[in-house]
């Protein structure tokens, strides 16, 4: 008797394909089973990353040149001059200090884990963009693709200026305690600090992306973003001032300037398309105006006699003596 294997279902992905309405339209249970679909290759997409970034902390990446993750992440703490932290063995070894018998590991498993989310996006977004794109028109994907694009882009800018400034942000900090104190950052402390810096200064780089799509929609216009522009810049710097940890000068000045500038940048791209949106609107104004002749009064335009017997009457009227 021949032996039989069992064939391997995986969940929501050997179900029966059922033929859809050409309006696309989908039941709820439809739709369940397809977000259980996609939240399936997202989690494999993002685990495999993970294991990806658990090596790659520890031995890099030789084959593309990419050195450690460990080493990219402290790089700006080693960057701190010797003077003002602790350095452990011989020469000047740059490491962190672990209190805990669970600090390295969790430092290792919370890097991994971002750098895998960092590197499976496009699988993962691609799955949310799968499972959301049916119940958009045309337009509203182009819109939705060129808003996500320019959004990443911009969190991308902002972690890359975080991650340049933070080494002088660190080195302002530390050495306030002069010759009193030396710093020895635990991997907890230390990379709860990168973390938060990261995301603010991601974050906050969405600025000139959300003015634009409120312009966009009509809820603002450039003349009133132009004319908020000092009390804007105001609290911009005050905001700047609040959520940066630690509040070291040059990391503040540094996010308040960003700020500032794109902004400026925002108002200006506002400015362009309400320029061109006034344009639009005037020529379909003079289009209609045009393409719609007066029409006649009802009174003459249905009875055409009255208007002959009108004619004929003005027209005797004009010889002299006669009633």
């Known amino acids: 008797m021949p032996l039989r294997i069992p064939k391997l279902r995986l969940p929501g992905l050997s179900r029966k394909q059922v033929a859809r309405p050409a309006d696309g339209t989908m039941s709820l249970m439809e739709h369940l089973f397809e977000l259980r679909r996609r939240l399936f290759f997202a989690v494999i ?35 701190v001059p010797s003077s003002e932290r602790v350095t452990f063995g011989d020469g000047d070894q740059c490491k962190l200090l672990a209190t805990g018998p669970f600090s390295a590991v969790e430092l290792q498993l919370k890097s991994a884990l971002i750098a895998g989310a960092v590197l499976s996006a496009p699988v993962w977004l691609h799955q949310l963009w799968a499972y959301i794109t049916p119940a958009l028109y045309a337009k509203e994907r182009r819109y939705a693709v060129t808003f996500v694009s320019v959004g990443g882009l911009l969190f991308a800018a902002g972690a890359v200026l ?17 010759d009193a104190t030396i710093a020895a950052l635990s991997p907890d402390s230390y990379f709860s600090f990168l973390i938060a810096m990261l995301v603010i200064f991601g ?24 004319k908020s522009r000092r009390y804007s810049i105001f609290g911009m710097v005050v905001f700047a001032g609040l959520v940066v940890p630690g509040n070291d000068p040059v990391t503040m000045a540094a996010r308040a300037v960003a700020l500032v500038l ?11 398309h309400d320029k061109r949106l006034a344009r639009r609107q005037a020529n379909t ?11 006649l009064p009802e009174s003459l335009g249905s009875r055409p006699d009255r208007v002959t017997a009108t004619k004929g009457a003005s027209s005797c009227s004009d010889f002299p003596g006669h009633s």
């Open 162 to 178: 975080a991650y340049v400034v933070i080494r002088e942000g660190l080195t302002v900090l530390l050495g306030f305690g002069g």
């Open 45 to 79: 997409g993002i685990g495999l990353a993970t294991v990806l970034g658990f090596i790659w902390f520890g031995h890099g990446i030789p084959v593309i040149g990419l050195p450690k993750l460990s080493d990219i992440l402290t790089g700006p703490y080693c960057a």
């Open 285 to 295: 104004a003079l289009s209609d105006d045009e393409a719609s002749p007066e029409p």
């Open 262 to 272: 794109l902004y400026e940048l925002s108002v200006q791209v506002t400015r362009v």
């Open 203 to 226: 974050v906050s780089f969405e600025l000139p992306l959300l003015l634009i799509m409120l312009n966009q929609i009509g809820v603002v216009s450039s003349a009133k973003l132009s």
